[in-house]
């Protein structure tokens, strides 16, 4: 967690002292001044938002077309082979990834949840969900 926390102060200070954010803070005649500060404006929001919310629990949904990967990338991000990948299109229905003393994998029609015993699948203190 300590981190993230660095990761993200360190993006944030970049994007804080960038030369064209100082550039923008003089009373230099820029065209379209206001538009560009908006953009600048947006990524440090985000950090902002990332930064308040750094112990929050975070939930991902991945979507895409066929056959685009989203079972190799959830595969890649959770380090287990979860989500079938084939040449052909395998997974058809959607899959929860969530933490679990012991693995586990209960299906039902539309949602596949497995549980596994992964330290960053757990839940923090600051969680306002819990697991069914």
Request: charged share 35%; proline share 2%.
């Given at each position: 967690m300590e981190t993230s926390k660095k990761n993200i102060y360190e993006v944030?200070?970049?994007?804080?002292?960038?030369?064209?954010?100082?550039?923008?803070?003089h009373e230099f005649v820029i065209p379209y001044k206001d538009m560009i500060?908006?953009?600048?404006?947006?990524?440090?929001?985000?950090?902002?938002?990332?930064?308040?919310?750094?112990?929050?629990?975070?939930?991902?949904?991945?979507?895409?077309?066929?056959?685009?990967?989203?079972?190799?990338?959830?595969?890649?991000?959770?380090?287990?082979?979860?989500?079938?990948?084939?040449?052909?299109?395998?997974?058809?229905?959607?899959?929860?990834?969530?933490?679990?003393?012991?693995s586990y994998t209960k299906k039902n029609d539309y949602i596949t949840k497995?549980?596994?015993?992964?330290?960053?699948?757990?839940?923090?203190?600051?969680?306002?969900?819990?697991?069914?």
């Amino acid at each position: 967690m300590e981190t993230s926390k660095k990761n993200i102060y360190e993006v944030k200070e970049m994007l804080l002292k960038s030369p064209i954010r100082e550039r923008l803070t003089h009373e230099f005649v820029i065209p379209y001044k206001d538009m560009i500060v908006k953009q600048i404006e947006k990524p440090i929001k985000g950090i902002k938002l990332l930064e308040k919310n750094k112990d929050k629990q975070l939930k991902m949904v991945i979507v895409g077309e066929v056959k685009c990967g989203k079972s190799s990338l959830v595969n890649a991000l959770i380090g287990n082979e979860v989500s079938e990948v084939d040449v052909l299109e395998a997974t058809s229905n959607i899959i929860e990834v969530v933490y679990g003393s012991d693995s586990y994998t209960k299906k039902n029609d539309y949602i596949t949840k497995i549980g596994l015993n992964i330290d960053y699948l757990k839940k923090n203190k600051y969680s306002r969900y819990t697991r069914s």
